[in-house]
């Protein structure tokens, strides 16, 4: 356990990630309501997504321990039995008290590395050691990520209540430590390098999205969104 732990936390592909460059220009630059929604609206794909993936993974791990850790991530992400409390409507309500109509946050196309991203969470949730890689990969740098939002949104809307990210920073803590808890299994060796090599495929994935975001919001790059559904 501590083995893939320390290997994951570790990994150069999280650090890449968590350290993106897109993060510092959402710091340091001058922003546009119009940069920010962009980022806004591609966020909202996976964010949408993630429930269903979650739930498709407890239905693949074999393990008591393992669906109970995850179930309460999911429990989490709903809202806690609140569904006005679900992650996916604060993100609305919150961007729309920052001056985001919903078509910005919740109606834009994927770009195609967004496409990309929530078609390998449908795709790794069918099997159970690409399942675990994702969910444990997605929560040791989600709490980044999603600062990054926060950043920018506060700079252009001079706000500084976001209740969204302010759920994170509340819960992201026991999702890593439920996370943690469903990599507790006696796994062969065989078992940790899927499961190692699943967060290193999703973090490159998420590498692509920041990168395509960052051609689009801070480079001379023609955006071009495709009209491609995303699976619910």
Known sequence: MQDITERLEENPLRKELIHHPFFKE???SD???EQVGVFLGQWWHPLHYFPNFLSRT???VPVLEMKTAICKILYQELGEGD??????RMYISTMNDAGFDRATVAEAAPFEE?????QRYEEASAQRLSALGFVYGTEVADLAMVAGIGNAVRRVSRLENLPWVD??????????DQAN????AGFTPEEVETIVASAEEMWTLWIAFFNR???VMFGEVPVEAEEVPVTV
């Open 26 to 28: 959402v710091r340091t």
């Open 31 to 33: 922003l546009t309501r």
């Open 58 to 60: 407890i239905d693949q």
């Open 83 to 88: 569904p006005s409390r679900a992650h996916e």
């Open 114 to 118: 967004t496409r990309r991203l929530v």
């Open 167 to 176: 759920i994170h920073i509340l819960q992201e803590p026991d999702h890593v």
């Open 181 to 184: 808890e469903a990599l507790e």
């Open 213 to 215: 975001l960052r051609q």
